[in-house]
């Protein structure tokens, strides 16, 4: 069997180099891959294309990554929480592709379902539908998109087994799942990693096949993005 | 009296049924769920990924891995279950979400509605407004009739980029409620208590349809 198996973030992105393109998982900054995003940061790999639902804050996640100006391009649907990020936007230093977030999702599971385009509906008559095909199927304009295809996807899972195997909890699976099915190569970090065969194969998310790398990641920060609460 | 921002959560919560489920877009829509009549049970979507939505966390009790759409940390119910973005946005486009409450910037005579940028000033990105939009078969929009400077958002036609077109049917706002009728002009339903037909048709650049007496909104 091969092993996935890789001793953490620094040799797991070893052969991420400039100018391709990587796919982050994450909402927000819950569920993204702190272990990876830091060996990034401090490897200072430029000219990348992030695709990511978000794009951090200035002080965490990809945040850190724009503010040292390694990224040259974002595909994301929301990126209102990073004054940097809007700066280097609006002086034209960060090309930034703005698509829904359903259609963001989707491209990834089409990558991971090896179709090579979706049909949806979000974006017709928007500025999103320019210069793309459209199709009337049922009465009913869809734009057609095409599956992403990304060179590395970075993904962060709860559990994961030296086969690969991963298990998310709560929301911070999100957009996880969809990209590790999505990458050329895909690498995992995990807060726990067993030996193949601890898990339930029942309770697995993502089969093994997805993930080529796997690692168990440390000192995670988890940070909260908008602490609400109610008194007891 | 022109509604506040409670105020018309509480007149849309009115238009929930039992059993619905409903996604709540960020702001107006939010309070929506503080205002769910009682004996009515719905299950909130949120789009990162839960069925089931429930409060705030106690204090100590937040959880890092378990936030909503807006990013608030919020806690789980009995009979939630947690799925990933292509699955959330699959019940969005396959129409199983019964309702979806957003806001908007500017909403059009035809129904299109513009909420996601501001060329040149706000480029947060749409996010899932746009999947929301266009998929969703019941959509009701919470929005300020006029802005700060005391022009109208209920248009003609928008001005600002779209979010979707022809997909809003339903708008609530401090001063009215409207339908938007297919072959186009907002139809005055209801009027906020002490709110003149007159002031509203002032405050409304869109073509206004007033048929009848219009009764003033009630909220219980």
């Known amino acids: 069997m091969i092993n996935k198996v890789v001793s953490g973030a620094e040799e797991a992105i070893h052969d991420i180099s400039d100018g391709v393109t990587i796919m982050l998982g994450g909402f927000g900054l819950c569920g993204i891959p702190e272990n990876c995003i830091n060996a990034l940061v401090a490897k200072k790999t430029k000219n990348l294309t992030c695709i990511s639902n978000n794009a951090g804050v200035d002080d965490f996640g990809i945040g850190l990554m724009l503010k040292q100006r390694q990224v040259k391009k974002m595909i994301s649907s929301y990126v209102g929480e990073n004054a940097e990020f809007e700066r280097q936007l609006l002086s034209g230093e960060l090309e930034v592709d703005l698509i829904p977030q359903g259609t963001l999702a989707t491209r990834c599971l089409a990558a991971g379902y090896g179709m090579p385009a979706i049909f949806t509906p979000a974006g017709v008559g928007t500025e999103v539908a320019e210069g793309k095909e459209i199709r009337n199927f049922d009465g009913k304009d869809y734009l057609m998109e095409y599956a992403f295809d990304a060179d590395f996807a970075l993904v962060k899972a709860w559990k994961g087994d030296t086969a690969g195997n991963l298990i998310f909890r709560s929301t911070s699976r999100n957009f996880n799942p969809v990209m590790a099915m999505a990458g050329k190569t895909t690498i995992a970090e995990v807060e726990e990693l067993v030996e193949a065969g601890e898990l339930d194969p029942d309770h697995i998310h993502t089969p093994g096949i997805y993930v080529h790398r796997i690692f168990q990641g440390k000192d995670y920060e988890k940070r909260i993005e908008q602490r609400t609460v109610r008194k007891k | ?220």
């Open chain 2, 1 to 220: 009296m022109a509604f506040s921002k409670e105020e018309i959560a509480q007149r849309i919560a009115k238009e929930i049924k039992d059993g619905y489920y409903v996604n709540l877009g960020i702001g107006i829509p939010t309070l929506v769920a503080n205002y769910i009549p009682k004996g009515i049970n719905i299950v909130l979507q949120s789009e990162n990924g839960l069925l089931g939505m429930g409060p705030f966390p106690f204090e100590g009790e937040e959880d890092a891995d378990l936030i909503n759409a807006g990013k608030q940390t919020i806690t789980t119910l009995p009979g939630s279950s947690i799925f990933d973005s292509a699955m959330s946005f699959g019940m969005i486009r396959a129409q199983k979400v019964d309702l979806t409450i957003l806001g908007a910037m500017e909403v059009s005579e035809n129904g299109d509605i513009a909420n996601w940028k501001i060329p040149g000033k706000m480029v947060k990105g749409m996010g899932g407004a746009m999947d929301l939009v266009a998929s969703a078969k019941n959509i009701i929009v919470a929005m300020q009739h006029i802005n700060k400077a005391g022009e109208s958002k209920l248009l003609p036609n928008c001005t600002l980029p779209l979010t979707g077109v022809k997909c809003i049917r339903k708008v609530v706002t401090e001063l009215a409620v409207l339908d938007i009728l297919t072959e186009g002009g907002f139809k005055l339903l209801e009027r906020a208590p002490g709110v003149s037909v007159d002031f509203i048709k002032q405050s409304t650049l869109g073509r206004l349809v007033v048929e009848g007496e219009i009764p003033e909104m009630q909220l219980n």
